[in-house]
């Protein structure tokens, strides 16, 4: 029965249940973490031959020695790989260094001091970005560091909210920029639909000069499931409807080898790739193209095959979370989850008001939950509600004791909090 | 006989003789290149143990697992490596990605929009670089990208002429930074001497509030002769007189294992290093640590060694190029160069006016050099006399080929110029 509805004395008899199931937890000495979308080291096994396959033969078959400086565009059997795991031509694509949220700060640095699409935004005051949430703390940091103004825009089971976008971009010609993660995005896990990116591959016909989407697919291929979900191109949609300068689209292996030591992709049209190549110029005599051509002699071809891996392994902890949540919060009316079909993480939403509290519970159960209010600009979430899970980096058993225990603390300050609203 | 004490019959036999000389040269379809500053294939060999050093082993002595994200200050082990190359405690390193450019364009632009030793640059106009000449292209166009002036000031045998150093510093707020390669320095191959390392310590004593001294020890370890040459330690020297947040200092393997696939080094203060800590937060989760660690297992403790080595491929180029000038120009009065005992460059330089022509000539010859004043900001040697030899990335055998074509064009270029002078 859901606890709204339970009289007083029933829950006060659940609360008094619940705060002792918790102290008993309290006293267990639990050090759980489920903060981060740190692949596992099992994860990471899967890729142990990328060390040593290169077998002394440092020269990629299109015929460059990968152990010199050049190439600012990578290795071309890289850009091959980019191409297999963005879905897109290799010659829209840059393969870069070992991250991608680099690549971001650098084209965000040429769109804001040098011009990307358009002239650059740093003349603008103030320049707002547009950030659907909850979303990506780091593309928050990043957006924040350059002096731009963020705005909240909230994201629906199909992606952003259109209506919102489009108005905004309309009304405001200080917005000159929108932040996706379009596949499993991070958190909720939701897939943009394709009515959802052709509205953002057209978003720059109603936006002023400049204007920029950031399409980070950071889980393009992090699939659970068989075949897997699709995602609309959504440069050629641009392209289509001729913004494809308009869209810089970003990728990584770094949740495919190894996290920070794989390597990156930023796509584009080839205008944006000449200007961003202009720009790598000045700060790069050539990516570490030793380590492109370890990733293409070792995925090439075989992404989904190394990703099925990945799922097996990935998969049960999803469907831990989801299964302990069920199971506890069923039919309670306090919690909303996602479950994606692929990506890195969960997002859960309690009533309003309480994901701090609840962040703050698990914490002192010994359970570690990224702080409330990170997935959203500033760290604010105005309605308290959005909890971020990331279930990767633990063991299958860690990730089941700590569902538990945040399934109790959401009972837990759920009913408290219920019951304190029948006093007021 | 110096050229300019010839009779003018005898300088035009001369001419003669070399213009036949130089269309024989033309006609043989030489194609040479002496451009950039590349390990040739062989010093690149000398690490090709690097990619499967591991063997399987990917936790750091340290207990790091380095496929995973985190450590913005790199691995202990590669920490400690940059403190072998570059005589400093490791406490005072950072150990970061493939390029050290990368690393000065982000300190620049730390420096620049956020401030480092003092308040940002970004509010001053204009901002103004010393830039000691001849230097490194890179430098400059990395300099120019943020807006700021250069100034010249000229090198000497034992580093930048520090009078007109302190005198610009003393005598202009807008001045917030000098470039120095100190040892080996980029083009000239001369080594700071210890006066100069202290009077370019104290400059912040001299300079208005946020300036600083890129200190880009790029060749600290890549000495011909053993015991190799001493650069004073730059950072104690300015932390003793109170200005060891004004010093960054810069470092990479590119020339010691592979070029744009090694590991590189950022030096400073505790406080530099904490405000680029936070500044790389926002633009990177973690460097690639994977690529640390190789290095740090194939380099840790035995640099010297492997340095040995490459001296024993490269000596014998600039000795080469050094023996060949000798035997052409000695006692003609048109050309000086300079010998140095490490490094990867070579600088000649001609009467006023020359070096264009020659690089030219040597060009229409098959020999490519260094475009004429790439050794000077915004490309621009206002004596055209400096060209950079890069003797390193061709063979030996090239290397002499090439040498005496230039030596050829430069006696050419210099008896046409000293015969055309007598008619005016």
Redesign the interface.
């Known amino acids: 029965m859901q606890y709204a509805q339970l009289d007083i004395a029933d829950l006060e008899r659940e609360m008094a249940t619940l705060a002792q199931r918790y102290s008993a937890v309290s006293d267990s000495n639990l050090s759980l973490d489920l903060t ?1 979308g ?2 596992a ?1 099992e994860q ?1 096994d899967l ?2 031959a ?7 033969d ?1 020269v990629s078959p299109s015929g460059i ?6 190439d600012l565009r990578g290795l071309p059997e890289a850009r091959e790989l980019g191409a297999e795991i963005l879905g897109l031509p290799a010659e829209r694509i840059i393969a870069a ?3 991608s ?2 690549l ?3 084209v965000m ?1 040429a769109a804001y001091h040098y011009g990307l699409s358009g002239p650059s935004w740093a003349g603008e005051a103030p320049v707002k970005a547009i950030c659907p949430v909850p979303g990506y703390d ?1 593309h928050f ?2 957006t924040e ?1 350059f002096g731009i103004e963020m705005t909240n825009v909230p994201m629906t089971a199909s992606g952003p909210d259109m209506d919102r976008v489009e108005a905004l971009v309309e009304s405001d010609p200080c917005v000159k920029c929108i932040w996706c993660v379009p596949k499993y995005s991070n958190p909720s896990g939701c897939v943009y639909s394709p009515e959802t990116v052709g509205r953002i591959a057209s978003l720059a016909n109603r936006a002023s000069a400049g204007f920029m989407v950031f399409w980070d697919n950071a889980y393009a291929v992090h699939d659970f499931e068989f075949p897997p979900a699709v995602l609309d191109d959504v440069l050629a949609r641009a392209e289509a409807c001729g913004n494809g300068d308009n869209v810089v689209l970003f990728g990584s292996t ?1 949740k495919i080898t ?4 794989g390597i990156s992709f930023v796509a584009g049209s080839p205008a944006t790739l000449d200007k961003l190549e202009a720009r790598l ?11 492109q051509l ?1 990733h293409a002699r070792f995925l090439g071809g075989r992404v989904e095959a190394h990703m099925r891996a990945h799922a097996d392994l990935v998969r049960p902890k999803f469907e831990a979370v989801d299964r302990i949540l069920h199971a506890s919060l069923d039919g309670l009316g306090i919690a909303e989850w996602s479950r994606p079909r692929g990506g890195y993480f969960i997002v859960l939403e309690t009533i309003p008001g309480l994901a701090a509290e609840v962040v703050n519970l698990a914490g002192r159960a010994g359970v570690r939950l990224t702080p409330a209010g990170a997935t959203h600009p500033y760290g604010r979430d105005p309605d308290d509600r959005t909890i971020r899970l990331a279930p990767t980096f633990a063991s299958l058993g860690e990730v089941e004791a700590a569902t538990e225990v945040l399934a109790l603390c959401i009972r837990l300050a759920s009913a408290r909090r219920i019951r304190a609203d029948r006093d007021t």
Chains 1, 2 share one sequence.
């Not at 020695?65 to 050049?70: E, K, L, P, Q, S």
């Open positions: 981060r740190k692949p080291p990471l890729s142990n990328l060390d040593g396959i290169l077998e002394g440092y020695d990968a152990r010199n400086y050049g260094g070992p991250s949220l680099t971001m700060y650098q640095d780091r940091t990043l560091s770094s190894f996290a920070g030591g110029s000045v700060m790069l005599i050539g990516h570490d193209k030793v380590n370890r």
